[in-house]
């Protein structure tokens, strides 16, 4: 089986640029979730959707933050315009509630590195 | 609302020695329980989850935990570790009437010493 499938593996860009970060979650998974990895945060929950619907968008950072998730195979998260301290590694994770104890499954994550 | 405690942010080991991964819990309402290892430059892997029945869980690699619904703990363990477990730990928790969401602890890293 497919994993969930993040792109780009690594980005790095500068300062002021956007930045489009892509995940395709598991086929037949309902639940998407984008997180961010911090070494002095940790990991933090961005944004989830359910039926590519946003149901809790309360970890997004700030404006310059934004998830779409046009159909149930593809989701993005942007960020206009980028600046330093969105360094981190994004991990999108899929999970599907036919059954309310299926675990979510992680990306591979993407490095972002905003100069 | 729910939170999650890892009491320990690193942790070295001999190889071969036993170790034991702390986590306790927070939470009004009954909750699911996970582990999760992630290896450098990669996402989370689950290793193991608590829903119900017996409170001793196994998971891949050797790994088990065991859940104390006194003490709100679930810590994880293994006999004898690898150089490969080398990785950071986390903890979480879900609520039981919405599990899509996980409240994740701030994680140990495992370092196994040859």
């Known amino acids: 089986d497919a994993g969930v499938i993040q792109s780009p593996r690594h980005e790095v860009t500068e300062m002021g640029q956007e930045v489009t970060l892509r995940c395709k979650p598991i086929?037949?998974?309902?639940?998407l979730f984008w997180y961010r990895q911090t070494m002095m945060r940790g990991l933090e929950l961005l944004i989830y959707?359910?039926?590519?619907?946003?149901?809790?968008d309360s970890g997004m950072p700030e404006d310059r933050f934004s998830a779409k998730m046009p159909n149930a195979s593809f989701s993005t998260l942007k960020i206009q315009p980028s600046e330093p301290r969105d360094s981190a590694v994004y991990f999108c994770a899929s999970s599907s509630d036919r059954a309310v104890d299926q675990p979510q499954h992680f990306g591979d994550g993407t490095r972002l590195s905003i100069l | 609302a729910q939170s999650v405690t890892q009491l320990d942010s690193q942790v070295p080991v001999f190889e071969e020695a036993p170790v034991e991964l702390r986590c306790n819990y927070s939470s009004s309402v009954s909750v699911y329980l996970f582990w999760y290892v992630q290896y450098p430059n990669q996402g989370l892997q689950l290793l193991l989850k608590?829903?119900?029945?017996?409170?001793l869980v196994k998971g891949i690699n050797g790994f088990e935990a065991e859940f104390n619904k006194s003490q709100t703990s679930f810590h994880l363990r293994k006999p004898s570790v690898h150089i490969s477990d080398t990785a950071e730990y986390f903890c979480?928790?879900?609520?039981?009437?919405?599990?899509?969401?996980?409240?994740f602890g701030s994680g140990t890293q495992l370092t196994v010493l040859p």
């Open positions: 959707f359910n039926n590519n619907v946003p149901i809790d």
């Open positions: 979480a928790v879900s609520d039981r009437g919405s599990a899509r969401q996980l409240t």
């Open positions: 086929s037949g998974h309902n639940s």
């Open positions: 608590y829903l119900s029945g017996s409170t």
